[in-house]
């Protein structure tokens, strides 16, 4: 055998393992889109700013990427070990809470895919403030899945700032 043949080989040898290992990569992350039966498993959910659908895995929901949308009470439930929701309870009035709200939506692209930033509006939210203990706007509740509170803070002027208090 010639020293071409031989490099030849060698690149067809080389090609065939790297491609091997790409394709079993992508199987592995289609997997997570399709149940059993090979369907898609992306379902769309209606009013996430900024995201259009989230991926359902073991039958757990989980953020496709982070956001920052409306409260409602089904979102709280999208907390798990690998995703943070925070509540913001917001005042229209409230210039620290403009301000922070203005921050978030400039920098949207920067919130980390696994935490959802729900808006609660201070003013409506009677209920949630007392489980919660708010009694000022501008506040932050981290809560778990099942809405129970994990951290409250506040005094976050940025969204950097508001991330890096979450635990």
């Known amino acids: 055998m010639n020293k071409n043949t ?32 090979g369907e898609s498993m992306m379902v769309p959910v209606p009013g996430y700013e900024g995201v259009d659908e989230m991926i359902v895995d073991d039958g757990e929901l989980m953020m496709k990427a982070g956001s920052y949308e409306a409260y409602a009470p089904e979102k709280v439930a999208l907390a798990s070990a690998t995703h943070d929701v925070v509540l913001f309870f917001r005042a229209s009035w409230c210039p620290t809470c403009r301000a922070v709200d203005a921050d978030i939506k400039a920098n949207l692209s920067k919130i980390p895919s696994s935490l959802a930033i729900l ?30 509170l994990i951290k409250k803070w506040s005094g976050s002027p940025t969204l950097i700032a508001l991330v890096a208090e979450v635990k």
């Open 119 to 148: 808006d609660v509006n201070y003013d409506n939210s009677t209920a949630l403030k007392q489980k919660y203990g708010v009694t000022y706007q501008h506040t932050f509740v981290q809560v778990d899945k099942d809405g129970n």
């Open 6 to 37: 031989g490099i030849i080989i060698g690149v067809i040898a080389l090609v065939v393992v790297v491609g091997g290992v790409y394709a079993s990569m992508n199987s592995k992350n289609d997997a997570l889109m399709k149940n059993k039966e």
